[in-house]
C-alpha cells in the first residue's frame, strides 16, 4: 500500500461523514472534519519522540547491516486555509502546508558485508509539501455525495522531488442519530502508486445509553472513545500511520535522489483536551510497530525498493497542539 492512500485519507472518508443534509452550511463540515484529523486544521504542530530499538537491513536483497536506532524524534507543522468557497457552499477550495524534520540517532552497528562494527553519525531529515484541495458536496441516488480533487507538489531542502493527486467521491450510505455508514472510491493520479484505485470505508456507532463510540476508516484506524472530564475526550485503539522523506545519496551503489516509505502500527492511548474553544491540545503514547521500511529511487514504486528493512516493537509518545477558529 502506498503511503500517500493513507495521508488522503483524511479528505476522502471524513468529509462525507457529517454531510446529514445535502444544505448542512459549511461551517458544521469543517468542524467534523478537524475534529477528526488536527493536521487539517488551520495550526497544528506535533513533536513524537519514539523509543530505541533495533534493526535487520537489506540492500538489492542482500543482508546489509544490523544495529540499533537509539533515538528517533519528529516534528511536523501543518498550516491549511479555506480561501473560496461558493454562494451555495457546496465547494470549498483549500491550500495547505506541510513541514517535517526528522532525527535519527544511532548505536553500534555491525556490516554483514565487510565483518565490522560502527556507528553512524546523527542524521536529520526535512519535507516539505504544499497541495491545493477542491471539494464539491451534492447529492446521489437522494444520498449526501462528497467529490474531492487535490494536487499536492513535495520535495525537501534541495528543491521541488515529486507532483501527485488524486480525486476521490464518497457517498454517505446511512445517517441517524447514532450511526454514520459511508462508502467511497479513490483514485490515484501518481505514476508510482502500487494501488491506484482504492474502495473506502467508515463506519461511526454511538452506543446507545453509554458515552462511548466506535470510529472505523478502513484501512487507517479502529477507535474506541469516550468524552473523559470537562472539556476532554481518550480513544482507544489502533492507528495506520505512514512517514517518508527524500534522501540525496551519493555512494557507490546508491546515487541521487530516493523517498524513504515507512508504514507504522500504532496501539495505545489517546487524551484531547480543548483548553479553549479554538486551541485544543492531545497527548499519545503506546507501542509502535513497524511494518514495512523501504527506499526506492525517486517515484518508482515501493515494490521496487533497492533498501528494505525491519524493526522490533518500541514505544512512543507524541504531542501535539492546535489552532482552529472553527
Known amino acids: ?20 443534509e445535502k444544505n448542512q452550511p459549511m461551517q458544521t463540515v469543517v468542524k467534523v472534519i478537524t475534529d477528526k484529523f488536527p493536521t487539517t486544521r488551520i495550526l ?92 464539491y458536496m451534492s447529492t446521489l441516488f437522494k444520498k449526501p455525495i462528497i467529490y474531492n480533487a487535490t494536487a499536492t507538489v513535495d520535495g525537501n531542502e534541495d528543491g521541488v522531488q515529486r507532483v501527485k493527486g488524486f480525486v476521490t467521491a464518497s457517498l454517505v450510505l446511512k445517517r441517524t442519530a447514532n450511526t454514520t455508514i459511508t462508502a467511497g472510491v479513490l483514485a490515484m493520479i501518481d505514476p508510482s502508486a502500487i494501488i491506484p484505485i482504492t474502495p473506502l470505508l467508515t463506519y461511526n456507532h454511538k452506543f446507545t445509553d453509554s458515552k462511548w463510540d466506535i470510529d472505523f476508516i478502513l484501512p487507517q484506524r479502529l477507535l474506541f472513545r469516550r468524552e473523559l472530564l470537562e472539556n476532554g475526550r481518550i480513544s482507544l485503539g489502533t492507528e495506520l500511520n505512514s512517514e517518508s522523506f527524500y534522501l540525496n545519496l551519493n555512494t557507490s551503489n546508491l546515487k541521487g535522489i530516493y523517498e524513504l516509505n515507512q508504514l507504522e502500527l500504532k496501539s495505545g492511548i489517546t487524551y484531547e483536551y480543548c483548553i479553549t474553544p479554538k486551541v485544543i491540545t492531545f497527548v499519545k503514547a503506546g507501542v509502535n510497530n513497524v511494518l514495512s521500511t523501504r527506499i526506492t529511487e525517486k517515484g518508482e514504486r515501493t515494490n521496487k525498493y533497492v533498501y528494505d528493512h525491519s524493526e522490533d516493537t518500541q514505544g512512543y509518545f507524541r504531542f501535539g497542539i492546535s489552532y482552529n477558529p472553527f
Open 1 to 20: 500500500m502506498k503511503k500517500r492512500i493513507i495521508s488522503v485519507l483524511f479528505v476522502c472518508t471524513s468529509l462525507h461523514t457529517m454531510a446529514q
Open 44 to 135: 497544528d504542530v506535533q513533536y513524537e519522540q519514539l523509543g530505541p530499538t533495533n534493526y535487520d537491513s537489506e540492500l538489492f536483497g542482500n543482508r546489509f547491516e544490523r544495529g540499533r536506532i537509539d533515538s528517533h524524534n519528529r516534528l511536523k507543522v501543518a498550516f491549511n486555509m479555506p480561501f473560496y468557497v461558493s454562494e451555495s457552499k457546496r465547494l470549498i477550495l483549500t491550500g495547505s502546508l506541510r513541514y517535517k524534520y526528522e532525527t535519527y540517532g544511532f548505536g553500534d552497528i555491525y556490516n554483514y558485508t565487510s565483518n565490522t562494527n560502527y556507528t553512524r553519525e546523527k542524521e536529520d531529515f526535512h519535507f516539505m509539501a504544499a497541495a491545493m484541495s477542491a471539494t
